[in-house]
């Protein structure tokens, strides 16, 4: 494309650094080199890890904090991939999309840290004698849990594509490629992001909770800020544990600054809506360095490489197609017969329930060699405690924070300065501050049960609470205006003005909150101190104990039941209600 | 004219969807359809007439079930060279500048970037989007937005160019500005395309601007007539050939539906009250019962001068003038409407008259809503489900015309209070009588 090289030279003939560059070039290349120490660690022999792994010198805590970063980053990398690869087939091809999103609805519903004891069998043997194998464990962790929700967006994405743009992009001949990177992409862009960062924020909980793992006898510590915690809490050193947090807060502040929020700055031009209305966020880092003479001269080429690729044609299938004789040609285009198509149809699904049903009995199988029929009595009785911890926990959570969190929506001003804290909150891993409590709990000898419980909710609580922000911030003021002429108050104001108004985030924020409290229960109903034990009777606990004794089958039966309850609640309970709200209380 | 070399050709063209209970609802029927050389077709008619279903056949966006389309004389199936579209919603990709999107078309095909920035250039300057290239749609306005879908289809050189209502989703004057200017280019020979193909509901614009109409009848779409403008450029709306090509046009629209014969293509007679619906609020049926019963109009106007009177296109008012005919009343013909004697009531009448009147010919007119009432009545508990009735429509018609007809009768019964839905439970239900 000789137009976008000669803006290339014209911009280089003009790149001499400005003022911005002085600040955005030690930017980039300090992160670079950092990039670079931190993926150079990984590649350690496992005998390193014999060695103590962590120290407690704060000194070391930036070095942790790196490792455990590049961890986040390299378990973003690998599910943006995964989103790409799984959403473009399951919404491209009806009869994958068939089999691939109910999968991904199952696999959202699996508790994360309930398996992390498979994967680091596996990926150690996968790379034996090399830290990599943990590593891998690590990051295979973090990405599952990030990876469901942005393939969900990419996925709508795709399938919601406008049908003008489409037939426009049809009628302009771009084959399938150009399509993807020229419309698709672009299009599901600002959702994806937005979905990487509840991702991310979501993330920090599993990096501190897969860097120390203990399977059966043997222990895998991975240095960065968990396993840092993970000896505090083994040396029983409160002042240590009071620097991982400082540290965690400083790597969520510094990531937020530099990656996230100049993305979604960025992603906001591919948003849809053709009004340039709406408040657009802003980033200084991106200002920056769309300010920056030599940085944008240096990226310029890059740019250009990445406009040529999506312009590539690249359709193979195509280009074979239109070198076959005609008489073929015509038959490779004419679509199949409906009853072909049908009795296909048959075929997969025949093959997909075989599948399903070989699956499933060796799933039994595999429970019922170590785990009898006692045994799922018992988890069905301890899947029903932690149920029961949840939904008290939302309860309370809602009861607390949906009218203070209206309150503060309602001032504008105090709503900007509690909203960044708000979500902020809800990224900082709650597990760092376990140790807190259970210094308490041993100190006041209080009763676990009860006590371990609102620790399920710690890190979640704060999805509320931002959410009936924003919900309570974007409520029409002239319903307000309304409200306030007719002297509505009291209880018929939160009945019939607000709390209608804000139901639909808040649902958002509380499914986010429940779902992250079964995750948490794995780590939050057996916590320790030095030697001491603290433990709920709940499933988390069992899959917890099952994990530390390396007991699969018990593991497995745990999880299955986890996924099982949290499916259900999901139909019975948070479907439903999204149903109730999308017809009666949207406010359109 | 009819001289001219043909560049694309429909022949026997038929449209049908298969629904998934297995029944066929046609689109198209039997659609005949010649461009030549030098000429501007419009495809005129109402909304769900196929119109738009036929635009996309030629631009190869959609496959017709049977029937011949031919491009030069051989058969097409895909987009082909030398067609393309301007879109009524403009279809720009928000994240590409005006330039980008007029590049895309040719970036698509891989045309050699010098050639393709100089093509852009001379489109952009054509369509008079000079000094806007580096601005993202967001931020220029309706018609800027159109001319850069103009700039768009034309950089392409298209041969046959096709505009999906391409003026409709613009205000009135800058529509017109757009119109004038396209027929300048065209005029004077400027653009690359040897014919355009147009769908329009506007009227005043099929005669503005072609030299050729199609009209079309709906369910299923077929052309109802075809109407050559021999008027020479430019043509002046006022004149007055021009007015009685509008009117002749009107009343061939308005001419009353012989009986509906293609539809039964299912095995099952079609049961009376088995009719599409539109779903015409009961606050524009009276206002045009009282606009007609108000001077100047003294009980009868003639559609194209209320249509201009009340900036309503044939999309907005004939289907309020169909639903007063279809409820007596008014009568519709030869391009006029008339009060009937209970029009003329229900406008003079108050609010309860006016009920009471409105549910009286819903009843006798409307054999849906009679239906309905009349199962009703048989229950005890005065509640009959949604379903069945959704269910017995979509044998006859698509989905989502089953839904818009159910959605009439049951603002039409509120109004008329002779029965209610209640959306939750989904229940059509009637208050006991009193």
């Not at chain 1, 393939?151 to 489409?166: A, C, E, H, M």
């Not at chain 2, 160019?161 to 020979?189: G, I, N, Q, Y």
Request: net charge neutral; proline share 6%.
């Amino acid at each position: 494309m000789v137009w976008t090289q000669t803006s290339v030279s014209v911009k280089a003939a003009t790149a001499t650094p400005n003022r911005w560059d002085l600040v955005a070039l030690p930017l980039v290349v300090g992160l670079l080199a950092l990039a670079a120490a931190g993926g150079h660690q990984m590649n350690a022999p496992l005998t390193s890890l014999d060695t103590p792994a962590v120290s407690l010198d704060p000194w070391n805590l930036p070095d942790y904090a790196l490792r455990s970063t590049m961890r986040m980053l390299a378990a973003m990398a690998a599910s943006l991939l995964f989103t790409f690869i799984y959403a473009t087939l399951a919404a491209k091809s009806r009869r994958a999309g068939m089999v691939l999103i109910p999968v991904l609805d199952v696999l959202q519903s699996v508790p994360v840290l309930g398996y992390i004891s498979f994967t680091v069998v596996f990926f150690l043997s996968l790379f034996p004698g090399s830290v990599l194998g943990a590593e891998c464990a690590a990051i295979f962790a973090i990405f599952t849990s990030q990876a469901w929700n942005m393939t969900f967006s990419l996925y709508q994405s795709l399938r919601s594509v406008p049908r003008d743009l489409d037939e426009a992009a049809t009628s302009f001949r771009f084959s399938g490629w150009q399509r993807f990177w020229r419309l698709e992409a672009p299009f599901a862009m600002p959702g994806l992001v937005w979905n990487m960062m509840i991702s991310m924020s979501g993330g920090w909980f599993f990096v501190v909770a897969s860097e120390a793992i203990t399977v059966g006898d043997r222990t895998v510590t991975l240095p960065g800020i968990g396993s840092y915690l993970a000896e505090a809490i083994a040396q029983k050193n409160l002042g240590a544990v009071g620097w991982a947090v400082l540290a965690m807060l400083a790597v969520i502040l510094l990531y937020d600054q530099f990656l996230f929020h100049p993305l979604v700055a960025w992603a906001d031009k591919f948003r849809f809506e053709q009004t340039g209305a709406q408040e657009a966020p802003e980033s200084w880092v991106l200002r920056l360095f769309q300010r920056t003479r030599f940085c944008r001269a240096m990226l310029a080429p890059v740019e250009s490489l990445l406009d040529r690729v999506a312009w590539l044609r690249l359709s193979p299938l195509s280009s074979l197609a239109a070198a076959l004789p005609p008489a073929l040609k015509r038959r490779v285009a004419a679509p199949l017969s409906p009853a072909f198509d049908r009795a296909l149809d048959r075929g997969w699904y025949a093959v997909v329930a075989a599948a399903a049903l070989a699956l499933g009995w060796t799933l039994v199988r595999f429970i019922a060699g170590g785990a009898g029929w006692g045994d799922v009595g018992t988890v069905l009785l301890l899947g029903a405690a932690t149920l029961l911890r949840v939904v008290v926990l939302v309860a309370i959570a809602s009861l607390l924070w949906v009218p203070l969190g209206v309150l503060i929506g309602l001032r504008p001003r105090l709503a900007e300065t509690v909203q960044p804290v708000a979500q902020f909150l809800a990224a900082f891993p709650a597990n760092l501050l376990f140790p807190v409590a259970v210094v308490t709990i041993l100190r006041f000898d209080l009763n676990p049960d009860v006590w371990l419980s609102p620790l399920m909710i710690l890190g979640t609580q704060w999805y509320i609470l931002f959410n009936v922000i924003a919900g309570t911030s974007t409520f029409p003021s002239d319903l307000k205006e309304t409200a306030s002429s007719f002297r509505i108050r009291g209880w018929q104001w939160w009945r019939d003005v607000m709390l209608p108004g804000v139901f639909p985030y808040y649902l958002t924020g509380a499914v986010t909150a429940a779902g992250g409290s079964w995750n948490a229960s794995i780590v939050a109903e057996a916590v320790r101190w030095g030697d001491a034990k603290v433990t709920a009777h709940g499933l988390g606990s069992y899959i917890a104990q099952a994990t530390a004794a390396g007991d699969y089958p018990r593991i497995v039966l745990g999880i299955a039941v986890m996924s099982l309850f949290v499916t259900l609640l999901n139909r019975l309970l948070w479907r439903p209600l999204y149903g109730y709200a999308e017809r009666r209380l949207r406010l359109a | 004219m009819t001289q001219n070399p043909t560049l694309f050709e429909l022949r026997g063209v038929r449209q049908a969807y298969r629904k998934p209970s297995g029944q066929q609802y046609v689109v198209l029927d039997g659609v005949d359809l010649t461009l030549r050389d030098g000429e501007i077709v419009g495809l005129l008619g109402r909304s769900g007439s196929g119109k738009s279903t036929l635009l996309r056949i030629v631009a190869g966006l959609a496959r017709p079930t049977s029937g011949e389309v031919l491009h030069h004389g051989a058969a097409v199936a895909g987009p082909t060279d030398g067609v393309a579209m301007v879109f009524q919603s403009f279809a720009l990709f928000p994240w590409l500048t005006v330039e980008e999107n007029v590049l895309a078309g040719l970036k698509a095909l891989r045309v050699p970037g010098k050639e393709a920035a100089a093509r852009a250039g001379e489109a952009i300057d054509l369509i008079g989007l000079s000094g806007f290239e580096n601005a993202y749609p967001k931020e220029l306005s309706g018609g800027m937005r159109q001319r850069v879908g103009f700039a768009r289809a034309l950089v392409v050189q298209p041969e046959i160019l096709l505009m999906d209502e391409p003026f409709s989703a613009l205000d009135v004057l800058t529509a017109e500005t757009l119109r004038t200017d396209l027929l300048d280019l065209w005029m004077e020979r400027k653009l690359p395309t040897r014919s355009i193909l147009m769908v329009t509901h506007n009227i005043e614009e099929a005669v503005l601007m072609c030299d050729r109409i199609l009209v079309f009848a709906s369910n299923p779409g077929r052309v109802a007539a075809e109407i050559r403008v021999d008027i020479p450029h430019p043509r002046n709306r006022l004149a007055q050939d021009f007015r009685d090509l509008v009117d002749d046009i009107y009343g061939r629209m308005t001419a009353r539906k012989p009986p509906a014969a293609a539809a039964a293509a299912t095995g099952r007679p079609r049961p009376v009250y088995a009719e599409a619906l539109q779903p015409v609020s009961t606050n524009r049926l009276s206002g045009l019962l009282e606009t007609l019963a108000a001077p100047p109009y003294h009980g009868k106007a003639d559609l194209p001068h209320l249509a201009a009177a009340l900036r309503h296109e044939i999309d907005d008012l004939f289907p309020i003038a169909e639903t007063l005919q279809m409820l007596g009343f008014a009568e519709v013909a030869e391009g006029d409407i008339r009060l009937t004697e209970p029009g003329r009531l229900f406008a003079e009448a108050g609010m309860d008259d006016r009920k009471a009147l409105f549910a009286e010919h819903l009843v006798n007119f409307v054999p849906l809503a009679a239906h309905i009432h009349a199962a009703l009545s048989e229950r005890t508990d005065h509640r009959v489900p949604y379903a069945p009735f959704a269910r017995e429509l979509e044998a006859f018609m698509s989905e989502d015309y089953a839904e818009a007809t159910l959605n009439a009768v049951t603002g039409w019964a509120r109004y008329a209070e002779l029965f209610t839905y209640d959306g939750e439970a989904g229940v059509f239900c009637k208050e006991e009588a009193e």
